[in-house]
């Protein structure tokens, strides 16, 4: 169905402010509409490109991850609630992937959902003990990875995280992080 310029700039605003990490392409497919079309669109809405919005997000939320240097972690953290809940984005790049079949090393996914549960943690210091991982889906060249984590249980000693990760709702991994916090922050 062909919408009014209007009425799509008006629905583009919302799925925006909705979901932020849009891709431009993503909406494109949406609207039936070329990526050029969206980008002319977030424009004139004063709407920045996704890269600018993914920052803008993350400005405030990397000065409390404590139980590692933020340059340590994979992806790019785009929300955190520590010892409750945190997101992170991975942009896949012919860095992560087998060259013969531009499919994502599982390593890099790990490393994502890893360094997101350690992250998440309310401590100077938190560990992996043990993790329980399971990939559903192959995950390809130029493919955005969204993992998302939240805290199952939380005692003085330990931290159950289970981190599950997208791509566009699908998803490609999941696992569970039973994670040992510092002894001398004891709750």
């Given amino acids: ?19 932020p990490f849009v891709t431009d392409e993503a909406l494109a497919k949406q609207f039936s509409v070329s990526v050029q079309t969206i980008r002319l669109d ?3 809405l004063s709407i920045p490109e996704l890269r600018e919005r993914i920052k803008d997000v993350a400005k405030t939320k990397l ?25 992170s984005i991975l ?22 959902a890893n360094s997101l549960a350690v992250a998440i943690i309310d401590d100077e210091m938190a560990l992996t003990a043990k993790a329980t991982i399971r990939f559903t889906r192959q995950v390809k060249v130029n ?3 969204i993992a998302k984590a939240k805290v199952n249980k939380l005692d003085k000693e330990r931290t159950i995280v289970e981190v599950n990760s997208f791509v566009e709702q699908e998803p490609v991994f999941s696992g569970q992080f039973i994670m040992f916090r510092s002894k001398k922050n004891n709750r």
């Fill in 1 to 19: 169905m062909k919408r009014s310029k209007k009425e799509r700039q008006t629905l583009l605003k919302e799925l925006i402010e909705t979901n």
């Fill in 42 to 44: 977030r424009m004139e």
């Fill in 63 to 87: 000065d409390e991850v404590r139980a590692l240097p933020i340059e340590e972690v994979i992806g790019e953290i785009i929300d955190l609630d520590l010892d409750h809940s945190a997101i």
């Fill in 91 to 112: 942009d896949i790049g012919p860095e992560h992937v087998f060259s013969r079949t531009q499919i994502a090393r599982g390593h890099h996914l790990f490393a994502q």
């Fill in 143 to 145: 493919e955005r990875v």
